[in-house]
Every structure is written in structure tokens, then in C-alpha cells.
């Protein structure tokens, strides 16, 4: 982006001002480049702190007048481009006007220009510019070294820039129900599709939520010591094993990738088994599940005993979830305002971030001495 921008002016010089100025304001506002092409000549206001504000229609999503907040060079150019174009049109009245008219055809102004139109000045100008270097990680001789590698310039089309407006503001630690407001979407999940976590945010959010990690039996695991922590970094970034509700650090289903439980989905009655508070959700939903089917299968008559009993989650397993669960809790209602603020942000960034399915594991095959599989 860096060197993009250093290159506008002869984006200007290729095609028109029209053009750079209408891609400036993409970058700089993260909207959608159709949404900045049909931009009215009104689109500016002021808070009444005197703030600007991008006023423009969420035309994908049917949200007309949405106000985005921009700062001040934003401005600048927006009131350029209101010059120039109400120096080409003097007699349109504003409210008519459009910010980016259209050079053919339009002898009022009032037709705005195509994002095909600057789509097209934008790739050219894209394909004649130099190869941009970035620093790109690359195995040789089995090793992973960075190196200096082209950009694919594929990848340098207008609506990416949307993209990066959501990852400059998430690299800034812009909470993400702000980021979702900055984006305007209506649903959360959306959001985190735009940008990626950083490294150094990363790290911090995994710090946060390892000093409320616990066993199986609710007692806290503390993991001060900065080498257990890097080793807490370098779990998660190989992939850490993951498992319903937690994580497992036994040997054999570690080396099979999570895919090989010794003991039959039973984790939270299993050692090898580490929870933390970004699993409170997870866990919940667990409890409330147990104690969902327990009371249909007491409900159910058609079944023999035995056919019961099997399927019956044991008084043991949903005491210790609910233990897990109380317990997790308890050290969170103790947590400050703040710190209680800055861990339910560490834990949204984590579960995020997470690139390994919650799903169960395969069984091991059954020694003899236990029970059969079911097939229901």
C-alpha cells in the first residue's frame, strides 16, 4: 500500500484526476468503489464537534444516507473534487450534481461516472507500474526462509482496498463490533472475513487467555514463566491439537493430529486435557447439551435398560463439566472492569483465529477388555 500510494501521480497522469481522487477516497474510506463512484456532490457533513463525515448510500445492503466518520485530509479531497466538478457544471444544482461525473454523455453532471470506467484506468495503470518487492516466506532446503518476491499484481484491484481499510483498523486495535460499524455490515461474522490477525496482536491475546487456563479438574493452570509461554506461542502456531471443549497434549492423539482419542471422546475426565476461559462457550453449550439428553433418554420408554444406560451421559461427567464451567466463571466475576474487558477481547481474537475444527475425534480402535462400539 505503502508503494502504491507513492505511485498515484502517475496514476493522475495516465488518466485523469477524476480517477486518482475517486481511488484515494477508496483506499482512504474503505467503501465499496460503486458506492464511491456514485457519490452525490452533498456527500460531506460535520458533526457538531465540527468532524467530517462521508455520507453515502450502502447501496448493496439498501441502507441509504449511512455516515461514515473520516479525517480531515479525507475531507480536503472530497472538497477538491466538489470544485472541480462544480466548476465543469456551474448551473446543476448541487443537490443534482454528482461528485464523480461521467465524461461522456452527461451535460448536466448529473450522471455519475462507472466503477467499470475507473476499473478499467485503475488496471492499466496497476499493469505498467514496476514490480513492488515484498518480504514472502519460502521453503528451501526444507527451511523457512523470507525473501524479496513480486507482488502478484492480480491481487491490486479496487475493492481490495477494502480489505485493507479493515486490516489497517484491526492492526490499530479497533474492537471489532467498531470495526463492523466502520464496515457497515449487519452481521458480525462478516467482519472478521476482511482482515487477518496480526502476529503481535495475536501473541498478546494468547498471553491473555493462558493465565486462565485450568485442567480437568477447574484448578488453574498459571503459565507466568516467559518460557512456557513461548511454548504456549509455538503450540498454537504449529496448530495446537484441538479437541471438543479444549485442548490435549496426550502423545498419541497429539501425533495423529487430534484423530486418535484413547479415551472415546471422554476429555474432560482424561489428564492430558487443558481448557481455557476462550472455551466458556463451547463448554456451556456442552453442559446444556448433557443435560438435554439426559432428560430424554429418562423420558424414553421404548429402549432397554442397557441400550439406556449406554446412551445416558454419567452424573459424573456433568458434574465435572458444570465444575469447569462455575469454575471458569468464578475467576472471571473476580477480574476487574478493565482486565475483565481486555480478556473477553483477547478471547474473541483467539476463538477467531482458531484455523483447527472443534470436531470429535475418531475413536481408537477398542481394546478388548471395553466395550463395544455403538452403531446407532
Avoid at 521453503?139 to 484491484?157: A, H, Q, S, W
Wanted: proline letters at 7%; charged letters at 30%; aromatic letters at 6%.
Amino acid at each position: 500500500m505503502r508503494q502504491l500510494c507513492a505511485n498515484l501521480d502517475s496514476l493522475e497522469t495516465v488518466s485523469s484526476t477524476d480517477v486518482r481522487t475517486a481511488i484515494e477516497l477508496i483506499i482512504d474510506t474503505g467503501r465499496r468503489p460503486n458506492e464511491i463512484c456514485k457519490l452525490p456532490w452533498q456527500c460531506l457533513d460535520r458533526e457538531s464537534d465540527g468532524s467530517p463525515v462521508l455520507v453515502y448510500d450502502n447501496t448493496k445492503n439498501l441502507r441509504h444516507a449511512r455516515r461514515l466518520p473520516i479525517p480531515g485530509a479525507t475531507a480536503a479531497l472530497i472538497i477538491k473534487q466538489q470544485q472541480r466538478a462544480r466548476a465543469r457544471f456551474p448551473n446543476t444544482p448541487t443537490d443534482k450534481l454528482k461528485l464523480f461525473p461521467a465524461s461522456l454523455a452527461n451535460p448536466h453532471g448529473t450522471k455519475a461516472t462507472t466503477y467499470e470506467w475507473v476499473s478499467a484506468k485503475h488496471r492499466a495503470w496497476v499493469k505498467n507500474l514496476p514490480d513492488f518487492q515484498v518480504p514472502t516466506v519460502i521453503v528451501e532446503d526444507g527451511n523457512r526462509v523470507t525473501t524479496m518476491l513480486p507482488f502478484d499484481k492480480n491481487k491490486i484491484y479496487p475493492y481490495a482496498y477494502r480489505h485493507t481499510y479493515a486490516q489497517r483498523h484491526a492492526d490499530a486495535g479497533v474492537p471489532q463490533d467498531v470495526l463492523q460499524s466502520l464496515m457497515d455490515h449487519r452481521e458480525t461474522s462478516t467482519t472478521p472475513r476482511y482482515y487477518r490477525v496480526g502476529e503481535k496482536r495475536r501473541r498478546e491475546a494468547v498471553e491473555r487467555v493462558t493465565t486462565m487456563q485450568f485442567d480437568r479438574h477447574g484448578t488453574r493452570v498459571w503459565r507466568q514463566a516467559k518460557t512456557l509461554l513461548d511454548s504456549e506461542h509455538a503450540r498454537r502456531a504449529i496448530g495446537s491439537v484441538q479437541v471438543p471443549y479444549g485442548t490435549c497434549t496426550e502423545p498419541s492423539n497429539v501425533a495423529a493430529g487430534g484423530h486418535d482419542c484413547p479415551v472415546r471422546f471422554r476429555c474432560v475426565g482424561c489428564g492430558h486435557f487443558r481448557t481455557d476461559i476462550s472455551y466458556l462457550p463451547d463448554l456451556e453449550a456442552y453442559l446444556a447439551d448433557l443435560l438435554r439428553n439426559r432428560e430424554r433418554l429418562a423420558a424414553f420408554a421404548n429402549a432397554d435398560p442397557w441400550a439406556k444406560t449406554e446412551a445416558t451421559p454419567s452424573d459424573d461427567e456433568i458434574a465435572r463439566v458444570r465444575r469447569l464451567v462455575q469454575r471458569v466463571r468464578q475467576d472471571l466475576d473476580e477480574l476487574t472492569d478493565e482486565d475483565r474487558a481486555q480478556i473477553r477481547e483477547a478471547v474473541a481474537l483467539v476463538r477467531r483465529s482458531r484455523g483447527v475444527s472443534l470436531g470429535m475425534p475418531r475413536v481408537r480402535q477398542p481394546l478388548p477388555d471395553l466395550r463395544p462400539e455403538r452403531t446407532g
